[in-house]
Each structure stands twice: as structure tokens, then as C-alpha cells.
């Protein structure tokens, strides 16, 4: 669609404080990242891979789509379990037109590390989002094995990949903490003779490492010298097709999460949630802002730590959140400026220099939301610092979503919490990676409403 038609087709909502307490059990929608990578990993195997529990938001349907335009056999049997009939590593095969990615950033970059050192090219776009976001970050270590980018000025899509016909290993130190950008190097070593090494300063998530070890390929995981981790994957490994469970996604349920800690009285509970450890900053910060989370049922399912968690409403105080914490929560700042908001106390979240470059500019985003919400709130360098007054924010604002569903998602469960309304001007992007949350949080007791 052109982009002035998203615009006129917009679809406002708005959130009031409910009558009662937000209550009951729920399970949220399979984790993206997750996801992503078992279509990947499967489409490269050989054999079929079943997957149940698959995330079945835009996102993920757009690797989906990409991956069959190359060839590999994805089928949909029932909700959430997808068959992928692999083509084997390096059969992909170059794709008729050119690849939409929506508005997904882990597609983009991790499609471009598969594509690297597969020898065709492919041309590779996305929604306004997306092409905003910088695709230097993997370009410049996909270059290095041999692949050739044409792309738009500061390394924007649209852009032309050619994959390096005779690829040449690496060993690349990550100079952000981003794990689309390790998992991109990574898969474009699969398809590449020797050993290629990613070494990062700090830890971002594993999906890709435990993943890959799943459908056999050799990853050996050692200390490097200053402290950080060095992950090395055997290229041309026979990646065999192996069956995975996705757990929820704990970025997902911490929506729910935080809207049953600020409406009064509430009493949830979140079923089959992921907690990676590399993903698991926001409960310890909820936690240490003296949130009531308990963890049930703690279990590992497809190779994931995974746990029920149940959430009880009660005061918040403010907490200082160091940047090491960054990269274990980095989805969850919008809604943990939102708990911020509703604390008793200050809240410094440090080191979110990488929230500027998502779907997108979050912090600004961010900010400008909760200003509007009569929030005290600062950005100071890179961090953000939210003056919570321990009562209910005002409220009564609209809020721009900017293509970003999880600005969309925080600012609604800002509104069950604040004294009058919050509106969000556009609700369409939580598809991306929630489908279901307005009917969902409507179910807990929630008053999302289409607004007009
Ligand atoms: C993701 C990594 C993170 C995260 C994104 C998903 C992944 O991005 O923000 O939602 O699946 O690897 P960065 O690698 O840019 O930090």
C-alpha cells in the first residue's frame, strides 16, 4: 500500500480505566524471535520441520513469504503449527521479485545474512519503517565475506544483495549489542567453508546458537579474553530438520504483565512464557521496582527455559536500570517507562542508545508519549528518566504510533491506568507481533475501544 493510504486508513483506539480489576488466565502468541529462526533453520535443513506454537503475526509471515519465494515448501496445518520442507543449506534458490519485509528489522537482517553467501541476487524492501532503519550494521560484515550491496544512502533498504559465490570465513567482533546482527553473521557462515566467529562484548539473545545446535550444526561457545563471548559455527555443517516448540514470547507478555501490576487489585496469570536468561532484564527490573511476579511451573520446553508467571497488582517504586541490562530487555522499555510512570519515585533507565534505531525512534517516542500524558520525563545522552508521582499519570492524550506496535501496546496499557482516556492514532502495526492482544486484554478485563 502507498504510504498515504496507511495513513488515511488508519485505525484509532483508546483505553479508559476499567470498573474492575484486570483478572484471569492467558497465554500469549509464540516468541517472534523464535519464530523467525525456525523458519529459517528450517527452510535451510533437510526434511520437513514441524513447528507448533509459531507466532502467526506479520512479521513472521513475511519471513515465511520470503522463504517460499526462494523456494522452500511452508505449509500452515493448524493454528500455530507450520511444516517447512527444506531445501537444503545453500538451495535457496534467487526469488522472481523483490522481497517485502514489512516492517520487520530481525527479517531483514537475518534474511540478508542467509542471502550473503547464497551466489544470486535479490532485491530486499519493506514498509516505511523499515526502510528507515540502518542496514549498515549487517552490510558491512556480509560484505566481508564476499557479498555485494547496492543500497540507499546511510544503508537503507530498498537495496540489491549479491551473494558471494566463493565466501570467505570470518571472525567479526560486534561493535552494537545486536543479535540480528550475530545471528546474520552467523547463518551467512553456515554456507561458507571453515569457521566463522562472532564476538560479542556483551550478551544478546541465543536463539540462533541454541537453534542451530538443535538441527546439528557444530557452535562452540567460548570466553573471549576482555570478558564477552566468541561463537563459532562450522560452515557447511548437514543441517537435519528437527521439530520445535516456540515458547511465548516474553516481550509479548509483558504487556498483560505490566498492566496487571498498575490497575488496582488485579490478580493475572501468563502461561508458557519464555525466559531465556537473555531475555529476562524486564522481570528482574520489575522486581526491583517491587513488582509481585511468581514464577510457576518452571519447565524447559524445545531446548527453553519456560515458566507460568503469575502477576499481582501493588505499588511500584522508582529503580535505577543499568545499561549492561540493556540488551536482556531491550523490547520492553516502552512498557517499563509506562510501569515508571506509575511508581512512586524516579526511574533511570541508562544505555538505551540502540532504541533510537527500532521500529522506531523509541525513545523519542517514547518521551513524547508520557509528556503528553502529564509524565515528568527527561532524556538525558542516551537515558531516560521517568519521574513517577505514585498516582494515577493524567492521561487524556493521543498518541503517534509510528508504525511501532510496541509503542501502540504500551500506550494503551498506559490508558487503563491514567485518569482520563489514552488514544493511539493507529492500531494496525500490533499485528506485527500480537495479533490478538486488544481482544485479549479485553478478555482480563480491559476497556480498549475503537475510538469515534
Ligand atoms: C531481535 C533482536 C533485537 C530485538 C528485536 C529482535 C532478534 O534487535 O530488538 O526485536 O530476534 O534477534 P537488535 O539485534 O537490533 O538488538
Known amino acids: 500500500m502507498p504510504d498515504d493510504a496507511v495513513l488515511r486508513s488508519a485505525m484509532p483506539l483508546a483505553a479508559a480505566r476499567p470498573a474492575a480489576p484486570l483478572s484471569g488466565a492467558i497465554t500469549v502468541p509464540g ?27 506479520e512479521d513472521v509471515l513475511a519471513t515465511a513469504a520470503a522463504l517460499r519465494a526462494m523456494g522452500a515448501d511452508i505449509t500452515r496445518q493448524a493454528d500455530g503449527h507450520w511444516q517447512v520442507d527444506g531445501v537444503g543449506l545453500g538451495g535457496l ?91 546474520a553473521v552467523l547463518l551467512a557462515g553456515l554456507n561458507t567453508p571453515g569457521e566463522t566467529t562472532v564476538i560479542e562484548p556483551q550478551p544478546t539473545r541465543d536463539h540462533t546458537e541454541r537453534m542451530l545446535g538443535h538441527f546439528g550444526a557444530r557452535v562452540r561457545i567460548d570466553p573471549d579474553s576482555d570478558g564477552g563471548r566468541r561463537i563459532t559455527v562450522e560452515g557447511y555443517p548437514e543441517l537435519i530438520a528437527a521439530p520445535i516448540t516456540v515458547p511465548g514470547d516474553p516481550s509479548s507478555a509483558a504487556f498483560p504483565l505490566v498492566a496487571a501490576l498498575i490497575v488496582p487489585g488485579s490478580d493475572v496469570t501468563i502461561a508458557n512464557v519464555g525466559l531465556n536468561p537473555t531475555r529476562a532484564g524486564l522481570i528482574a527490573s520489575l522486581r526491583e521496582m517491587g513488582a509481585d511476579i511468581t514464577l510457576q511451573k518452571q519447565r524447559t520446553e524445545g531446548g527453553e527455559p519456560v515458566a507460568d508467571l503469575h502477576v499481582r497488582a501493588g505499588s511500584l517504586k522508582g529503580a535505577d536500570i543499568p545499561p549492561e541490562r540493556a540488551p536482556s530487555m531491550i523490547d520492553e522499555y516502552p512498557i517499563l517507562a509506562v510501569a515508571a510512570a506509575c511508581a512512586k519515585g524516579r526511574t ?82 500490533i499485528a506485527t507481533s500480537f495479533p490478538d492482544f486488544v481482544p485479549l486484554m479485553n478478555r482480563l478485563g480491559a476497556q480498549f475501544t475503537q475510538e469515534g
Open 31 to 57: 516468541d517472534k524471535s523464535i519464530s523467525h529462526r525456525a523458519l529459517m533453520l528450517g527452510a535451510l535443513a533437510v526434511g520437513r520441520t514441524e513447528i507448533r506454537g509459531l507466532l502467526e503475526g
Open 93 to 183: 534458490a534467487e526469488p522472481a521479485n523483490v522481497i517485502d519485509l514489512g516492517n520487520s528489522g530481525t527479517a531483514a537482517r537475518l534474511l540478508l545474512g542467509i542471502l550473503a553467501t547464497h551466489p544470486f541476487t535479490a532485491f530486499v524492501s519493506g514498509d516505511a519503517s523499515l526502510r528507515s532503519r540502518p542496514m549498515r550494521r549487517v552490510i558491512d560484515p556480509l560484505s566481508r565475506f564476499g557479498a555485494h550491496f547496492l543500497c540507499r544512502e546511510g544503508g537503507r533498504l530498498p537495496l540489491a544483495v549479491t551473494g558471494a559465490a566463493d565466501p570467505v570465513p570470518q571472525i567479526y567482533r560486534l561493535p552494537v549489542p545486536s543479535a540480528q546482527v550475530k545471528s
Open 348 to 429: 533511570v533507565m541508562r544505555g538505551l542508545a540502540e532504541l533510537r534505531v527500532k521500529e522506531s525512534d523509541r525513545l523519542a517516542a517514547i518521551a513524547t508519549g508520557l509528556a503528553a500524558c502529564g509524565v515528568r520525563v527527561d532524556v538525558q545522552g542516551d537515558d531516560l528518566i521517568v519521574e513517577g508521582s505514585g498516582n494515577f499519570p493524567a492521561g487524556g492524550a493521543r498518541v503517534a504510533t509510528q508504525l511501532d506496535h510496541r509503542i501502540a501496546m504500551a500506550f494503551l496499557v498506559l490508558g487503563l491506568a491514567a485518569n482520563q482516556p489514552v488514544a493511539i492514532d493507529d492500531s494496525r502495526p
